[in-house]
């Protein structure tokens, strides 16, 4: 099925522009499309015409240097399958981008990368009980990151009582993972490339510049290509559940020390989940891993041991346990 850029320009620029996505962890990649090949300078030269000036955070915290550009003689994955969202209605693959294309995506959809500011559990207040969080549980405590804000943020680096985190969120995947960004005791720090691979976003480090899968938290071109990144425990859940659990967590504030205030309410992907459902993602993913025996949007709970996995759709195990075996060993899942 092909890929239609300007049908989809609305829903595109809402990852730059702002703010939620009601879909949530959809983890069966069901879909495949193809993008339509563009210039790699066919844009207006202003892609970031949206993000004003104004979005340069006041508190210095954006990384000063520059970071090296991707090895693409190192990868894992076909280049022509990373797809940059140009945000003017286009796309581009890697393999066909330039060097000022790749420049002038870096962090158009900018990463908070040293938050300013938590608050106590009242500062949720802008948030109904039913909005997703990612809760993660350090050693002094809880806290939670709103999905409002992280979809047009998408990453944030922090450092957690001693512990280098990346806590990662892509709008079109749903896909919420908790990282360490220690590799082999190096402390990496993460940006956005702009680039989606499975319709997933695709960041890089600042010291190699290497390309990594979100949701699997590998590289998957440059010269980190093949590293991994460790999952730390965290949950996806709604607001008025982590604060019954943890009414002692801190929450990460809307205010970061952006000139330009946001206030991370809206909903222009109301429409999203019945566009996955009918296989129309916005960007390709491989044909291979079309599954059509749940609808795209599902959510699951997936479970891996070793190279086994088995998924629980949790609309059809409502409110339950599962006890079940994955490769002979004991497992159980709670709905």
């Avoid at 955070?57 to 994955?77: K, M, W, Y």
């Avoid at 959809?109 to 909005?131: A, K, T």
């Amino acid at each position: 099925m092909d890929f239609d850029p300007a049908g989809w320009n609305k829903a595109r620029r809402a990852r730059l522009m702002a703010v939620v996505v009601t879909m949530a962890a959809a983890l069966i990649v069901v879909a495949c499309s193809s993008v339509s090949d563009a210039s790699p300078e066919s844009g207006n030269g202003e892609a970031l015409s949206a993000l004003s000036p104004s979005e340069t955070p006041v508190n210095g915290s954006t990384p000063t240097l520059e970071p090296p550009f991707v090895d693409q003689t190192i990868h894992s994955v076909p280049l022509d399958q990373i797809v940059f969202d140009t945000f003017d209605g286009g796309a581009v693959r890697l393999n066909d981008a330039s060097i000022s294309t790749i420049r002038r995506l870096r962090d158009a959809i900018r990463p908070l990368y040293e938050p300013v500011q938590y608050q106590d559990v009242d500062g949720g207040d802008w948030l109904s009980d039913s909005d997703t969080v990612i809760g993660y549980v350090s050693e002094s405590g809880p806290y939670a990151y709103p999905i409002k804000f992280l979809n047009s943020r998408e990453l944030v680096d922090d450092t957690i009582d001693g512990v280098p985190v990346l806590v990662s969120y892509c709008p079109l995947y749903g896909s919420g993972v908790v990282y360490d960004r220690r590799l082999d005791s190096v402390e990496q720090v993460f940006g956005n490339t702009s680039a989606l691979y499975e319709n997933d976003l695709v960041m890089f480090d600042h010291d190699t510049g290497s390309y990594w899968f979100q949701v699997g938290g590998e590289a998957i071109v440059g010269s980190l290509t093949g590293s991994k990144l460790e999952p730390l425990p965290s949950t996806t859940i709604p607001w008025g559940g982590w604060k019954d659990l943890h009414a002692d967590t801190q929450i990460l504030s809307r205010e970061q020390g952006f000139a330009t205030s946001r206030n991370y309410a809206g909903d222009p992907f109301s429409s999203y989940k019945n566009r996955v459902d009918d296989l129309r993602f916005p960007f390709p993913v491989t044909e291979e891993k079309i599954d059509t025996r749940l609808p795209a949007s599902t959510v699951t709970v997936t479970v891996r041991v070793g190279e086994h996995e088995k998924a629980y759709p949790v609309e059809t195990m409502g409110d339950a346990i599962a006890n079940d075996l994955i490769a002979e060993e004991p497992a159980v899942v709670f709905s």
